[in-house]
């Protein structure tokens, strides 16, 4: 089994920034694709970012420029670092990743942690 935790949402002024971390545990051997999605109070989860396991990035156009994925595959732990937060941003932000385990691979979901930007 294969687990996710988020860590770092919070309440930040618009402007601000902060860090999310996700770190998983378990039986896993590595993991491909880590990504970062975020859902907002009436509407769909929809994907922010994601990163390769050679560290190829890909991100959503609303945060392009102030938001940045990483990763330490030593740590099996995925970051996210978000800056010139805009209330906009404001949502549960989910951590996603696909495991490569014993028979195969898995997609494994983080619980979410809440980001709240103010205006």
């Known amino acids: 089994q294969v687990q996710l935790v988020e860590s770092g949402g919070g309440l930040v002024q618009a402007g601000g920034s902060l860090r999310l971390s996700c770190a998983a545990s378990?039986?896993?051997?590595?993991?491909?694709?880590m990504s970062w999605y975020r859902q907002a109070p009436g509407k769909q989860r929809e994907l922010v970012a994601t990163i390769t396991s050679r560290g190829v990035t890909n991100y959503a156009d609303s945060v392009k420029g102030r938001f940045t994925i990483s990763r330490d595959n030593a740590k099996n732990t995925v970051y996210l670092q978000m800056n010139s937060l805009k209330p906009e941003d404001t949502a549960v932000y989910y951590c996603n990743a696909e495991a490569v385990v014993a028979v195969g691979y898995v997609e494994v979901w983080g619980q979410g942690t809440l980001v709240t930007v103010s205006s």
């Open positions: 378990g039986s896993f051997r590595s993991f491909n694709a």
